[in-house]
């Protein structure tokens, strides 16, 4: 395959590139290079034989020149994290939404069918629960009120008792609960209407919480398991909100590396105009309390703290069902939790 890759130069897309590399595809990086991500003095580690465009993916003549002699597009770049404000909402949208329309329409001119987007679990919000009462249901945000007064749970909308938190299928209604959700949400739907418009195929993979080597360290717009990791390493105590009984998947990079070359596999055999969503989840459910302590124990760092406090664009649980990868693109997650982080503890971060 000769393919794009867009962000390939970030913490998931450099997993992604050298895994491509390694099956013997061509591949071309679009990386802007954001400095966010790429500190000064940040070194570009891509595999040999790999090509690098320095460019936005909102500018079109820039992407246009990318796709020359492109069978298919891995869509990486994207602005990710809860970020700090709503300031903030202007950069999610045009890197995440603005990019993906010019990179749709610069592909529909160069008639280049296939695109691979990477996807968040954040889209679906809250998730799914289970009322004993009233079967599954989806809560509404949480107040405030019970946040402050460490009520974290979510309680069921229609009767307020308990609920049970579920696995996400990927059929579940989209419901984002903050800029870069919606912004998510948004880069879906672009590349559906474009699938629906051009003839193309398109396979997004929802991942869920990404970690391992080379994970961007602790900014606003790090996932918790690099700022954990950040904090080990400067001999610190993870500090954990809420009560740490918050519950998430954690995928490790390779494994997420894996899952978009099983979906680039699949795309030549899928008809024209066709969208599908895959969840990318180990299949492991660990609270964030739980991360928090293998990572202290692996980095030999002091035991987390539980702080109490809360954000209130997080959701409670989110855990992924990711039988659908595995049947239908026979990806299989090779990394246990375990190994994973504790490989993790001792592994670069971006940046430091
Ligand atoms: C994360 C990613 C999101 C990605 C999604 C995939 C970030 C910021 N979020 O969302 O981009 O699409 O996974 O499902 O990268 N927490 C602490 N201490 C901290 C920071 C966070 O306890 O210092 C807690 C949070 O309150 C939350 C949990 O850790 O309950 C996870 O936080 P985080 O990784 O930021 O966000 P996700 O919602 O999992």
């Excluded at 990386?31 to 966010?36: E, K, N, V």
């Excluded at 903030?88 to 008639?111: E, H, I, S, W």
């Excluded at 559906?192 to 606003?220: E, F």
């Excluded at 939790?337 to 001792?346: I, P, S, V």
Aim: hydrophobic letters at 40%.
């Amino acid at each position: 395959m000769d393919v794009l890759l867009t962000g390939g130069a970030g913490f998931i897309g450099s997993a992604i590139a050298a895994r491509l590399a390694a099956a013997g595809h061509r591949v071309r990086v679009l990386d802007a290079l954001l400095p966010a991500v790429h500190p000064a003095g940040g070194v570009l580690n891509l595999p040999d034989g790999v090509e690098f465009i320095r460019g936005d993916v909102r500018d079109g003549e820039t992407v246009e020149r990318a796709l020359r002699g492109v069978t298919a597009v891995c869509h990486q770049a994207a602005m990710v994290g809860l970020g700090l404000d709503l300031d903030d909402a202007p950069d999610y949208v045009g890197c995440n939404d603005l990019g993906t329309a010019v990179l749709l329409a610069a592909m529909a001119r160069a008639k280049v069918t296939e695109l691979v987007l990477a996807g968040s679990m954040v889209v679906y919000g809250e998730g799914s629960y289970r009322c004993a009462e009233h079967g599954t249901v989806a809560p509404g945000p949480r107040r405030t009120a019970d946040l402050s007064a460490g009520r974290f749970e979510p309680p069921c909308p229609r009767c307020g008792e308990p609920l049970e938190p579920c696995l996400v299928e990927e059929d579940t209604a989209p419901d984002p609960r903050n800029v870069y959700a919606a912004s998510k949400v948004a880069q879906e739907h672009l590349a559906s209407a474009w699938a629906r418009a051009s003839g193309g195929r398109v396979i997004v993979l929802r991942y869920h919480n990404v970690y391992g080597p080379g994970m961007p360290r602790d900014t606003p717009y790090a996932g918790v398991a690099s700022i954990f990791r950040s904090a080990v390493a400067r001999g610190e105590a993870p500090r954990v909100f809420e009560d740490g009984g918050q519950r998430r998947d954690f995928v490790h990079v390779a494994d997420v590396a894996e899952a978009n070359l099983a979906a680039l596999r699949a795309l030549a055999g899928r008809e024209p105009g066709t969208f599908r969503c895959y969840n990318v989840g180990s299949g492991q459910v660990h609270t964030v309390g739980e991360m928090a302590a293998a990572l202290a124990l692996a980095g030999g760092g002091r035991p987390p703290v539980v702080t109490g406090q809360y954000r209130l664009g997080d959701v409670r649980h989110i855990t992924a069902d990711s039988r659908r990868l595995r049947e239908e693109l026979a990806w299989r997650p090779e990394v246990a939790f375990e190994d994973g982080m504790a490989d993790f503890a001792h592994a670069p971060l971006r940046g430091e």
